[in-house]
């Protein structure tokens, strides 16, 4: 019998199998229906400190049409800040008493300001772990990389200073420096992080030509952009918590993110896409994989194609196809 047992950010799951933050962590119904499909952790969909912050300035202008007193501003600044934070933390509560696995709420953030002190209430609300979303885009062409790599830490320092549960940062792939970033939220306390991130890229319409979004969900071979980062820092920040994201659509992509170094996949675009009955399909992958290599439990082959552990790691920081074409007819 295999044991798919693992652990992330301190916390005993059942298997590797993570439902990223989005909606279809939203709301306790849908939890309880990944927890039933087999998940091993739900990742709370994030509250947005741009959203609050928006709420915040459309309830102000609104009011201010409305000939209202300065005075009101601060009120509902106050009471939009509780509402929203109210339905989130009410959320984890509801999660935490209507399912057993573990339940991680998500802060998507790009400043270490007030809104830190936030993170206090979820996990008061029960919350086991805390994941930061961070993104912050530099447009300014002044700003040096090492200031805007500090926001990611200052961040993780304010919250890591309101609460004592785990705390993971989900980072996007566009860094100078990955290994570097990766041990710098280490040092700074993050249990885990999650690579990486994907958002929202802007695409051309030609026929209308506007500015449109793009797809919103990934593609299987969006998994290799991640592989090879998550197979070098697995092996050059040690004890780390990786969740590897973005492109995991199936059994084998979560077998090869584990066999890289992997603690964790996460899901979203495929159990938007295929249904939350994936779930089911990619245990059995798993099981068949661990059947065929005789491997009793995840930790039999977390790693095993890392970087420190091929003969060749090389192969890891190859990044020119000069091989492939000095190959080709
Ligand atoms: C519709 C949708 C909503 C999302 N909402 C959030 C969110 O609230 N917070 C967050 O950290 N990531 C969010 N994401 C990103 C996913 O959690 C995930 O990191 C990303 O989609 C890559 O994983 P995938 O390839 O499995 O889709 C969202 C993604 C989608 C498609």
Same mark, same amino acid.
């Given at each position: 019998?295999?044991?798919?047992?693992?652990?992330?950010?301190?916390?005993?799951?059942?298997?590797?199998?993570?439902?990223?933050?989005?909606?279809?962590?939203?709301?306790?119904?849908?939890?309880?229906?990944?927890?039933?499909?087999?998940?091993?952790?739900?990742?709370?969909?994030?509250?947005?400190?741009?959203?609050?912050?928006?709420?915040?300035?459309?309830?102000?202008?609104?009011?201010?049409?409305?000939?209202?007193?300065p005075?009101?501003?601060?009120?509902?600044?106050?009471?939009?800040?509780?509402?929203?934070?109210?339905?989130?933390?009410?959320?984890?509560?509801?999660?935490?008493?209507?399912?057993?696995?573990?339940?991680?709420?998500?802060?998507?953030?790009?400043s270490?300001?007030?809104?830190?002190?936030?993170?206090?209430e979820?996990?008061?609300?029960?919350?086991?772990?805390?994941?930061?979303?961070?993104?912050?885009?530099?447009?300014?062409?002044?700003?040096?990389?090492?200031?805007?790599?500090?926001?990611?830490?200052?961040?993780?320092?304010?919250?890591?200073?309101?609460?004592?549960?785990?705390?993971?940062?989900?980072?996007?792939?566009?860094?100078?420096?990955?290994?570097?970033?990766?041990?710098?939220?280490?040092?700074?306390?993050?249990?885990?992080?999650?690579?990486?991130?994907?958002?929202?890229?802007?695409?051309?319409?030609?026929?209308?030509?506007? *500015?449109?979004?793009?797809?919103?969900?990934?593609?299987?071979?969006?998994?290799?952009?991640?592989?090879?980062?998550?197979? *070098?820092?697995?092996?050059?920040?040690?004890?780390?918590?990786?969740?590897a994201?973005?492109?995991?659509?199936?059994?084998n992509?979560?077998?090869?993110?584990?066999?890289?170094?992997?603690?964790?996949?996460?899901?979203?675009?495929?159990?938007?896409?295929?249904?939350?009955?994936?779930?089911t399909?990619?245990?059995?992958?798993?099981?068949?994989?661990?059947k065929?290599?005789?491997?009793?439990?995840?930790?039999?082959?977390?790693?095993?194609?890392?970087?420190?552990?091929?003969?060749?790691?090389?192969?890891?920081?190859?990044?020119?196809?000069?091989?492939?074409?000095?190959?080709?007819?």
């Open positions: 019998m295999a044991n798919f047992e693992t652990t992330y950010l301190g916390l005993n799951l059942k298997n590797p199998l993570v439902a990223a933050s989005s909606g279809l962590t939203s709301s306790v119904d849908k939890i309880v229906e990944l927890e039933n499909a087999g998940i091993g952790a739900v990742v709370l969909k994030s509250v947005f400190e741009e959203q609050i912050n928006h709420e915040v300035t459309g309830m102000i202008s609104k009011n201010m049409q409305n000939n209202s007193y005075e009101a501003e601060d009120y509902i600044k106050g009471y939009t800040r509780d509402n929203t934070i109210r339905k989130h933390i009410e959320l984890i509560e509801e999660a935490k008493k209507a399912v057993k696995i573990p339940v991680i709420a998500s802060i998507n953030c790009i270490a300001t007030e809104w830190t002190t936030f993170a206090k979820f996990q008061n609300a029960g919350a086991d772990a805390i994941e930061l979303n961070i993104f912050y885009l530099p447009t300014d062409r002044n700003e040096k990389s090492g200031v805007v790599e500090q926001l990611y830490i200052d961040v993780l320092k304010k919250v890591k200073l309101e609460v004592s549960i785990p705390v993971s940062v989900k980072f996007g792939v566009h860094h100078s420096n990955i290994v570097g970033m990766a041990e710098k939220l280490k040092g700074n306390g993050a249990a885990g992080i999650v690579m990486f991130n994907r958002f929202y890229e802007p695409d051309i319409n030609l026929d209308t030509l506007e *500015l449109a979004a793009s797809e919103v969900f990934s593609s299987p071979a969006d998994i290799r952009r991640t592989l090879r980062w998550v197979g *070098l820092v697995s092996s050059m920040v040690p004890k780390i918590d990786i969740a994201s973005t492109g995991i659509h199936d059994g992509a979560v077998i090869k993110q584990i066999l890289a170094g992997a603690q964790v996949t996460q899901l979203c675009s495929t159990l938007y896409m295929n249904g939350t009955g994936v779930v399909q990619m245990m059995t992958d798993i099981y068949e994989f661990m065929k290599w005789n491997f009793k439990k995840i930790e039999d082959f977390r790693g095993r194609l890392s970087y420190k552990n091929i003969p060749d790691p090389m192969l890891y920081e190859r990044s020119q196809f000069m091989k492939y074409f000095s190959n080709k007819k």
